[in-house]
T-cell receptor, first 111, second 113 residues
Framework: AQRVTQPEKLLSVFKGAPVELKCNYS??????LFWYVQYSRQRLQLLLR??SRESIKGFTADLNKGETSFHLKKPFAQEEDSAMYYC?????????????FGTGTRLTVIP | NAGVTQTPKFRVLKTGQSMTLLCAQD?????MYWYRQDPGMGLRLIHY???????AKGEVPDGYNVSRLKKQNFLLGLESAAPSQTSVYFC????????????FGQGTRLTVV
């Protein structure tokens, strides 16, 4: 079952432009949602989680249960934001914090 | 501060050969996971473990076996490698808490020819 959908494989924006990476999910319970990022030649790392309602590196993501979305946004893109971004959903009912990932969006910020 | 370390980083296997990927974490995490990453498919869970001596199947477990004899180590075995197992493999670990962060290894790029 497709739990997380990221409709854009590639996204290019100019430096200083707003960025929105889309994520939609399907889950019957109370979702735990995350954004992970993989910079070039670095390991996958957590960017932010919905429960924290935090802003990390200028990025925010709001959980919209009505639209089952968790889009990642940043008002002004920077070159260092270029990376692969994965939306992920955690299912506790499997007995662990198993993460189910979307297919990822590669963001390129054009100078 | 090693975090999660995977061995080896790269490997080329011939079809039918076997190998073991080692994952070690030094954060005293209870939970450990093995994922594979394929183009256009994101990361998919192979097997996971909720503690020493326990393992369970994930989304794509066929062709793989795992063991967690020590809390800090999680081994992924391929008994008879197939070209379809060509992928990048990631190990991760996390605490038990809800909404907790998963820490990933640097990945192992495996090619089966």
């Amino acid at each position: 079952a497709q739990r997380v959908t990221q409709p854009e494989k590639l996204l290019s924006v100019f430096k200083g432009a707003p960025v929105e990476l889309k994520c939609n999910y399907s889950y019957s319970g109370s979702p735990e949602l995350f954004w992970y990022v993989q910079y070039s030649r670095q390991r996958l790392q957590l960017l932010l989680r919905h429960i924290s309602r935090e802003s990390i590196k200028g990025f925010t993501a709001d959980l919209n249960k009505g639209e089952t979305s968790f889009h990642l946004k940043k008002p002004f893109a920077q070159e260092e934001d270029s990376a692969m971004y994965y939306c992920a959903l955690s299912e506790r009912q499997t007995g662990a914090n198993n993460l189910f990932f979307g297919t990822g969006t590669r963001l390129t910020v054009i100078p | 501060n090693a975090g999660v370390t995977q061995t080896p980083k790269f490997r080329v296997l011939k079809t039918g050969q076997s190998m073991t990927l080692l994952c070690a974490q030094d954060m005293n995490h209870e939970y450990m996971y093995w994922y594979r990453q394929d183009p256009g498919m994101g990361l998919r869970l192979i097997h996971y473990s909720v503690g020493e001596g326990t393992t369970a199947k994930g989304e794509v477990p066929d062709g793989y076996n795992v063991s967690r004899l020590k809390k800090q180590n999680f081994l992924l075995g391929l008994e008879s490698a197939a070209p379809s197992q060509t992928s990048v493999y990631f190990c991760a670990s996390s605490q038990r808490d809800r909404n907790t962060e998963a820490f990933f290894g640097q990945g192992t790029r495996l090619t089966v020819v």
